[in-house]
Every structure is written in structure tokens, then in C-alpha cells.
Nanobody, 122 residues
Framework: VQLQASGGGLVQAGGSLRLSCVAS????????MGWFRQAPGKEREFVAR????????YYAESVRGRFTISRDNAMNTVYLQMNDLKPEDTAVYYC???WGIGSIAANTYDYWGQGTLVTVSS
């Protein structure tokens, strides 16, 4: 599976962005998907995840209520809708695929995209 993330950019605080992650391969619907982020000088952290059916989602406390993860298995794409962005959301965002359910732990994911930079100005 190859993952290609896009949709990052520069936005003012309070604004919105939607990230997309397109996967190659015919087994996309068998993978749990996650979004992680890494801010400068910090460890990579979990943001959100979604099961292969899309029936279950889970968010980090810092983004809950502001971000929404979704997927379209027909389009081999997972999305991260980010609303009410804050300067502390500035980071490189990565999508990842885990065979099966996935979790909040980065080491349970098998494939990673290249990352897309989100910069939120105050």
C-alpha cells in the first residue's frame, strides 16, 4: 500500500482545512487508517483513527470536537476535516494504514504517507 497525503497549507487560527490521503492497492478497505502529526522538535503523536468499515472513530483529546476523520473506500481515500484550527495544531500530518483495526500507537501501523504540512498562524 502506498499513501499520498495532501491538503496542508497555511491558515489563520479559527480556520479550516481538509486533508486527504489516497491509497494505492486493492485492499484499502481492509486497513484501519490513522492520522498522526509531528510538530517541530516534538515526538510524533496520534491524532485520529478510523476502522476499516468506518463504523468506529477515535480522537486525541486535543482535537476531539474540532477534527473529523472519515473514509471513502470506493475512492481509496481517508480524510481529516480540521475546524477551529489553533497555532498548536501546526505540524506535519501523516496518514498511516494498519492491517486490521489499528490503534493509537504508531508502531501498529504498517504503511505511512509522506506527510503534509499544516501551519496555523495566530
Amino acid at each position: 500500500v502506498q499513501l499520498q497525503a495532501s491538503g496542508g497549507g497555511l491558515v489563520q487560527a479559527g480556520g479550516s482545512l481538509r486533508l486527504s490521503c489516497v491509497a494505492s492497492g486493492r485492499t484499502f478497505s481492509s486497513y484501519g487508517m490513522g492520522w498522526f502529526r509531528q510538530a517541530p522538535g516534538k515526538e510524533r503523536e496520534f491524532v485520529a483513527r478510523i476502522t476499516w468499515t468506518g463504523s468506529y472513530t477515535y480522537y486525541a483529546e486535543s482535537v476531539r470536537g474540532r477534527f473529523t476523520i472519515s473514509r471513502d473506500n470506493a475512492m481509496n481515500t481517508v480524510y481529516l476535516q480540521m475546524n477551529d484550527l489553533k497555532p498548536e495544531d501546526t505540524a506535519v500530518y501523516y496518514c498511516a494504514a494498519a492491517w486490521g483495526i489499528g490503534s493509537i500507537a504508531a508502531n501498529t501501523y504498517d504503511y505511512w504517507g509522506q506527510g503534509t504540512l499544516v501551519t496555523v498562524s495566530s
